[in-house]
């Protein structure tokens, strides 16, 4: 099965994405070639750049792998290419744009020009935002006019559009992460024939405390 066949066969259930570990890893299999140079197919080159400085503050490399080492960007892009409906697609993209301008509009510069530092302190503007902060900004969305007459032209205000795109890739992000083989099998608790009812038993032999890999 080739990695456009397996995105295809990925489902969607009750708003979250369903997928075995083993779709991660045709993606993880490309990086292992050492001519692989990823261009994202859905997302602009400057986006693709900006979604992978995101998702190494979202999820950096530590004693375990990071979003860089298990290509969870290149996942994300050819999830919303190959399996995403259309409004989803319209969302996710203009809330990236949303998200260049606001790049722009803090530091000056291209998303694309962007360091390391200045990532962190985006992502955390954002996501680390008080409530309050997030309710004002969400707010933004629903204020331009009804939903029904609303024209789809009008530029997604960055704060909000920035919001919204930051949660979703650290959703998907997330959710990549401890669904693929790599995080399943050597991080997280592993067991290949769970099961068997255990009513007490030392933690140290329950996963040390770990989350299981379903």
């Not at 375990?64 to 290419?81: H, R, V």
Request: one cysteine or more.
């Amino acid at each position: 099965m080739n990695r456009r066949q397996a995105l295809r066969n990925i489902g969607l259930g009750a708003g979250a994405i369903i997928v075995g570990p083993a779709t991660l890893n045709l993606l993880q299999s490309c990086k292992n070639d050492p001519s692989y140079n990823w261009e994202p197919t859905f997302l602009s080159a400057s986006n693709g750049f900006a979604l992978k400085q995101i998702l190494e503050v979202i999820l950096p490399k530590t004693d375990t792998p990071g979003a860089e080492d298990l290509n969870i960007a290149e996942f994300i892009d050819s999830y919303m290419q190959e399996v995403a409906h259309e409004d989803r697609q319209e969302n996710f993209r203009s809330s990236a744009d949303a998200f260049s301008r606001a790049f722009k509009n803090e530091f000056d510069k291209e998303e694309g020009e962007g360091s390391a530092e200045e990532y962190e302190q985006i992502v955390a503007k954002y996501l680390k935002a008080s409530p309050a902060e997030r309710d004002e900004m969400a707010m933004r969305l629903t204020e331009t006019q009804d939903p029904q007459d609303r024209d789809q032209k009008i530029t997604l205000d960055a704060d909000a559009g920035s919001l919204a795109y930051l949660q979703e890739v650290r959703d998907m992000g997330i959710w990549a992460y401890k669904a693929s083989e790599e995080i399943g099998e050597n991080v997280m608790w592993y067991d290949p024939i769970p099961g068997e009812y255990i009513p007490c038993a030392p933690i140290d032999e329950l996963g040390g405390g770990k989350a299981m890999s379903l």
